[in-house]
């Protein structure tokens, strides 16, 4: 297996550990959904695109091909992450009010269960993410894999 996906694929599971540890810290519970759950602090997906990019850039170098695809992949994801999925949420918000309304007229089996409301990333979370990618991609290629 190759450095760069090694090192995209330890970032994205450092990012999704760390979900658990500051859930640890804010709750005072241990919630190991967190490892594969989307949504939260940091944005895991934010870390492995720019843990990928950044890899190619050292790998392949700025000028390359490979490394404009990563870059390219990396922002769509991150816009993604803080704008689309971020409205998804707030609208499961909304719809699980409404739900929760009918539920008070109507017997809780012919219900759905609640939408997840905690899908997509604030800015911050998403800005988080990219520099836990390209530290950790940084790491990576100076001390593990020079």
Not at 63 to 92: E, H, N, P, T
Not at 95 to 122: A, S, W
Request: charge should be positive.
């Amino acid at each position: 297996m190759s450095n760069v996906l090694l090192a995209s694929i330890c970032a994205w599971a450092l990012a999704q550990l760390l979900k658990v540890f500051f859930a640890l810290i804010g709750k005072r519970q241990i919630d190991l959904h967190l490892i594969v759950s989307t949504g939260g602090m940091p944005s895991a997906h934010s870390t492995m695109v720019c843990a990928l990019a950044t890899s190619v850039a050292i790998v392949e170098g700025l000028d390359s091909v490979a490394f404009g695809i990563a870059a390219i992949l990396a922002m769509v994801v991150m816009y993604d992450a803080a704008g689309v999925r971020s409205w998804v949420g707030k609208q499961s918000v909304v719809l699980n009010r409404i739900v929760k309304e009918i539920r008070t007229r109507r017997p809780l089996f012919e219900l759905e269960r609640d939408l997840r409301e905690f899908i997509g990333h604030t800015p911050f979370e998403v800005i988080i993410g990219a520099l836990l990618g390209i530290t950790i991609a940084w790491l990576w290629f100076t001390m593990i894999a020079p």
